[in-house]
């Protein structure tokens, strides 16, 4: 009780989750930050008067410390740092044989690069699998179960996107044909992979390009920093809410900084009611000055993560399909 108390009174859209149906509630990763931040998992006031913490509380802790997995998909470890494997997971129609050549799409969940699990696009994966491609969720870093910041969440990134490319023989995969795609935070990272030189593990093989050849980015951050066509009260925001959150300088793990430079096709889903929405049109003017192809569908009154779940969930879905029928990659359904 005294956990829900203090949740209400700290964190008042926790109480718009009790009040959903459970079709309708979905991981709050705002809230997994919130713990993760405030430290509230760890305080005494956590446990019920018998001494023991709720089974509610030992659930959320254990989705903070270690990432969930999808039930589906075949486990592979891209990357071992220390004593940590880092997995990713592959999505295929078994009926594909693997000299096929079939495009393939690398997801990165979002949660401010603070929460989240691959389990996030496991949906969107069976339903690639099932048109033929090869699909791909991925786990990387964050600083709930890792020290880490937001250039070792590039990294990860670049080495994932590498490792797909590397198997591409082996997963039946054009290595010419793999998009990166991501929500929210995810949505940076494989924006990251696409306009970043730098940021490269020293264990990765740099020979081997981590630059997608196609971008379908959920709601994605990509103007993290201040930029002057934005409004000025702006500034205090971004300085405040960044501070801290990387090694370099917060322009250097921007993707607005990189948005005028050679990229591949991108399209952009995000709800009119998303204060990040303002960024990207932003991302997308530099990008479409440059040559890029960089389009944006919004919908209207949506807010943040509006594509987990119900109607648009089905609607950008099937927006991202008829995009990769339009590149060629797909056939008409």
Excluded at 22 to 29: L, V
């Amino acid at each position: 009780m005294k956990l829900v108390l203090c949740l209400l009174a700290a964190f008042p859209s926790f109480f718009s989750l009790l009040t959903q149906t459970p079709e309708e509630r979905i991981p709050s990763q705002e809230m997994l930050i919130y713990f993760q931040d405030h430290h509230m998992l760890l305080a005494s006031n956590t446990t019920e008067e018998s001494g023991g913490e709720s089974a509610q509380t030992t659930r959320i802790k254990k989705r903070i410390t270690k990432a969930e997995a999808p039930q589906n998909g075949t486990q592979h470890i891209y990357k071992t740092i220390g004593n940590i494997d880092l997995p990713l997971y592959v999505f295929q129609n078994q009926q594909s044989e693997l000299h096929d050549k079939r495009p393939a799409i690398v997801f990165f969940f979002g949660g401010g690069w603070t929460g989240g699990s691959p389990v996030q696009f496991e949906k969107q994966c069976e339903h690639f699998a099932k048109r033929g491609m090869v699909a791909i969720t991925v786990e990387y870093r964050v600083s709930s179960r890792h020290p880490v910041k937001i250039d070792d969440c590039i990294e990860d990134a670049k080495s994932a996107m590498r490792w797909v490319r590397s198997h591409a023989e082996d997963l039946g995969i054009d290595p010419n044909r793999i998009a990166a795609a991501g929500g929210s935070a995810g949505g940076h990272l494989a924006a990251c992979t696409a306009v970043m030189d730098e940021f490269n593990a020293s264990s990765d093989d740099k020979s081997i390009s981590a630059k997608p050849n196609a971008l379908i980015l959920f709601n994605p951050a990509l103007a993290i920093a201040w930029d002057e066509r934005m409004p000025e009260s702006m500034h205090a925001i971004a300085e405040q809410k960044m501070k801290g959150r990387s090694y370099a300088p917060i322009q250097d793990v921007s993707p607005l900084t990189y948005a005028s430079t050679k990229q591949p096709p991108c399209i952009i889903f995000f709800g009119t009611a998303d204060r990040l929405l303002e960024g990207a049109r932003l991302y997308q003017e530099d990008s479409k000055k440059s040559g890029n192809l960089c389009e944006i569908v919004t919908y209207e009154g949506q807010g943040h993560g509006f594509f987990n779940r119900g109607e648009h969930y089905d609607l950008t879905l099937e927006a991202a399909d008829t995009f990769f029928v339009e590149c060629g990659w797909l056939t008409p359904q």
